[in-house]
């Protein structure tokens, strides 16, 4: 088949083409594409000007294909199949049920709050894809630099110099203590409450805020056990090892195991916060996710205001 290429074969004149193919009329071509029925007409006759050969035959008050029309129909099918495909990955993006999520995370939200935020997430988005991965917090920030991910999570950071850090929420530490642990009556436990206790301490950022809150009441923290992340420790307070100050979202998350969480005083908060490259947009599934991780966050902390 030899087509005239003085005139680029346009995809409006396919598209005119298929709808004629499948309706049969030009009334219910225009429907369906919304155009006029001349502009169906004119454009048939400009794609068989280019083709060099009839498409459509009348037959009472139908057009029927002839059979280079059938020929060429299949030739040019695969084509809006794959434009089928495009429309369908198009509306799902629109409606961010599709796409891929890529996510870095440091262990006391990835071990904890975002696995069960994620499964709700991914519920209704059937045809996403995710890359989690749970690093320490250098590499979830130089993951977000690279853009090997879109989207990091951390504790405790409240500024960067080249990421846009988006506070989410904002918590209180908490203590966490083993369920027949002599304080574990108490309302609120303090600094002093537990001198002369087993302790479990963090090697973290986390922990040396904890031990600054225990210098300040003049109470020393000396630590039985030291592990580097919170859902550690709370998963040894809850085999009985000792007390611990760990964030809202680890203990929250926690609540499984054999421990009880009580405010601790005075109060020492954390703030929960997403990390991105203020340089590159964010895919919507990505803009959808950090705001389902704020309005889960909030359950357990105070929510702040903030631009995003």
């Known amino acids: 088949m030899r087509i005239n290429r003085k005139n680029d074969l346009s995809l409006r004149l396919l598209e005119t083409f298929e709808a004629l193919f499948r309706c049969q009329t030009t009334v219910g071509a225009a429907e369906d594409l919304g155009i006029s029925q001349p502009a169906v007409s004119n454009g048939i006759k400009s794609l068989e000007r280019q083709l060099g050969f009839t498409l459509f035959e009348r037959a009472g008050r139908q057009l029927k294909p002839t059979e280079d029309a059938r020929l060429f129909h299949a030739?040019?099918?695969?084509?809006?199949?794959?434009?089928?495909?495009?429309?369908?990955?198009?509306?799902?993006?629109?409606?961010?049920?599709?796409?891929?999520?890529?996510?870095?995370?440091?262990?006391?939200?990835?071990?904890?709050?975002?696995?069960?935020?994620?499964?709700?997430?991914?519920?209704?988005?059937?045809?996403?894809?995710?890359?989690?991965?749970?690093?320490?917090?250098?590499?979830?920030?130089?993951?977000?630099?690279m853009g090997i991910s879109d989207i990091g999570f951390i504790l405790g950071l409240r500024s960067h110099v080249e990421l846009d850090i988006i506070p989410l929420?904002?918590?209180?530490?908490?203590?966490?203590?083993?369920?027949?642990?002599p304080l574990a009556e108490k309302p609120e436990i303090y600094p002093e409450d537990l001198a002369g206790h087993e302790l479990i301490g963090l090697e973290t950022h986390l922990g040396m805020v904890v031990r600054n809150a225990f210098d300040a009441r003049g109470i020393p923290f000396l630590a039985k056990v030291e592990v580097r992340y919170c859902h550690t420790a709370c998963t040894l307070s809850g085999a009985g090892i000792g007390a611990s100050i760990v964030d809202p979202y680890s203990a929250a998350y926690a609540s499984n195991l054999n421990i009880v969480t009580r405010p601790f005083l005075p109060v020492t908060n954390v703030v929960a916060c997403a990390v991105v490259r203020g340089d590159k947009s964010l895919p919507g599934i990505a803009r959808d996710f950090i705001d389902e991780v704020r309005l889960e966050l909030k359950k357990y902390s105070r929510t702040l205001t903030f631009r995003q």
Do not use: M, W
């Open 75 to 145: 030739e040019v099918e695969p084509l809006f199949e794959v434009l089928r495909n495009i429309e369908t990955e198009a509306r799902a993006l629109r409606a961010s049920t599709s796409g891929r999520l890529r996510l870095s995370t440091t262990p006391p939200l990835g071990h904890a709050a975002l696995p069960a935020i994620l499964a709700g997430f991914l519920k209704d988005r059937p045809n996403a894809t995710v890359q989690y991965a749970v690093r320490r917090a250098d590499t979830v920030l130089q993951n977000v630099q």
């Open 169 to 181: 929420a904002e918590g209180d530490l908490v203590c966490v203590l083993p369920q027949n642990h």
